[in-house]
């Protein structure tokens, strides 16, 4: 009896273990986004978007050249990045960013790191 009850434990520390979402800290770039059910890449528009999301809960948003110093929160289930003007909320999808914008659907991805040799 006592052995199963360890091996319940056991497996309800484990799923709570995957249920918990990683911090959002990083590098993130907009990968692509939808609009009217199409699905484009930024470079059709020569756009370029990018958030760096330091692990103190600063950071900056760069957009096409253009740097802004933000703050952001993880909440769990989303992202929310304050810039100097506005507040946008982001939800969590795995390791994307996702932002609904006015019909528009923005998909920000992982900047992937380089090994280091």
Partial sequence: ???????????????GLLGCSKAAGGSYFLDYMTADG???KPGLFSMSVTLDL???GVGTA????????ITWTDTGRTVIVSGPTKELTF???GDKLILHSEGTILY??????EDED
């Fill in 91 to 93: 939800s969590k999808d």
């Fill in 108 to 113: 920000f991805s992982p900047v992937e790191e």
């Fill in 1 to 15: 009896m006592k052995r199963i009850l360890a091996l319940l434990l056991c497996a309800l520390l484990f799923l």
């Fill in 54 to 56: 330091e692990e103190d």
């Fill in 38 to 40: 199409y699905r484009m």
């Fill in 62 to 69: 760069n957009y096409n050249g253009t740097v802004l110093g």
